[in-house]
């Protein structure tokens, strides 16, 4: 079973001829280090012992977190939402069908 995403399908155990494992492993590496460099930076990088990165049985690179406390979860779910919450306010008031509008409508009649 595997989403839209890949991100269920099973590790790659078994490798097969012609898949790309090692792009999607380099791949999920660097995620997994710049993610280990915040943890870091925010104090929280042994409250994720397991941080690693994987790739699944199609190729696709996957950063695996590991088992962590609810707590360190709950940390970083609340900075991933102040980040988003940071951001908001530099996004533009236009609503999101006007701003992909390039011209004035002008009427055909």
């Known amino acids: 079973m ?7 399908a099973k590790r790659a155990e078994n490798l097969m001829p012609g898949v790309p494992y090692v792009r999607g492993w380099a791949q999920a590496r660097r995620s997994a280090e710049a ?8 104090s929280l990088e042994t409250d994720f ?3 690693a990165a ?3 049985v199609s190729g696709d ?15 970083l779910a609340e900075l991933i939402t102040s980040g988003l919450a940071a951001e908001m306010p530099t996004q533009p008031e236009t ?3 006007e ?5 004035p ?5």
Do not use: F, K, M, W
Request: aromatic fraction near 2%; glycine fraction near 8%; hydrophobic fraction near 45%.
């Open 54 to 56: 994987d790739v699944n």
């Open 49 to 51: 012992p397991g941080l």
């Open 105 to 109: 409508h002008t009427s055909a009649a």
């Open 61 to 75: 690179g996957l950063v695996r977190l590991g088992i962590v406390r609810p707590e360190a979860a709950l940390i």
């Open 95 to 97: 609503p999101p069908h």
């Open 2 to 8: 595997t989403d839209r995403r890949g991100v269920v």
């Open 35 to 42: 993610l280990a460099y915040q943890l870091a930076a925010v």
């Open 99 to 103: 701003a992909r509008c390039t011209r």
